[in-house]
């Protein structure tokens, strides 16, 4: 596993280099999101996109969901069917710690979508994340470390290097982190209803 120390905040792209390399050969990389440390690879990779599943405890083949990160809102149109209300609305609350479950699109790869046919788009307020989406050319699966229903604990770089040494071929050490998971908000009637209340606020 090779161990890139970087600022989240300030991230230098040639320090990143070695993720983006990776990232182009079907490898996963964990990394610093703005919720937490996760699991990210290339949308084009099948092969990776199993390997996530197997790390997060699952069958490669589960259906249990993954989200995409994406840079622009213009990729919601793209990868997702909305309604007009409901762009309008995202479009108001991001960049920021969201998860938009959306209706997929014929581009979503079908091992990509939850058993309603609906994915989870992401377009996190986050240098890292933007840089990553940006090096690898295309949208980047992302995975959480936790479930979001497991009490967090202090994410550790060295304990994650421990944990996924040969598992995980680049790890971007962020420092530590809590993890704080998104706001899950799904787009039902015309409307989004938050479905989970998490690091995003949420209007009354």
């Known amino acids: ?55 997060k405890g699952h069958d490669e083949r589960s259906k249990k969901p993954l989200s995409m990160l994406v840079n622009e809102l213009s990729d919601f149109g793209h990868y997702a069917i909305m309604e007009t209300g409901v762009f309008r609305t995202v479009r108001r609350m991001l960049p920021g710690a969201y998860t938009i479950v959306l209706e997929a699109s014929t581009d979503v790869p079908r091992d990509m979508r939850n058993r309603f046919g609906e994915i ?37 770089p060295d304990e994650l290097e421990r944990r ?3 598992r995980v071929d680049v790890l971007i050490d962020g420092g530590h982190m809590w993890p704080e998971p998104s706001t899950i908000l799904q787009a039902s009637g015309g409307e989004l209803e938050v479905t989970r209340e998490g690091k995003g606020p949420v209007s009354s």
Do not use: H, N
């Open 1 to 55: 596993m090779e161990r890139l120390r970087v600022d989240p905040e300030r991230p230098a792209p040639r320090k990143l280099q070695p993720a983006f390399d990776a990232l182009g050969r079907d490898r996963v990389v964990l990394y610093p999101s703005d919720t937490g440390y996760a699991f990210g690879c290339a949308l084009s990779s099948r092969k990776a996109i199993g390997a996530i599943r197997t790390l």
């Open 120 to 156: 989870g788009l992401r377009m996190p307020d986050s240098s890292l994340c933007r840089m990553l989406v940006d090096g690898v050319g295309e949208p980047i699966v992302t995975g959480s470390l936790t479930s979001g229903d497991d009490e967090p604990e202090l994410e550790d």
């Open 164 to 166: 996924f040494r040969g």
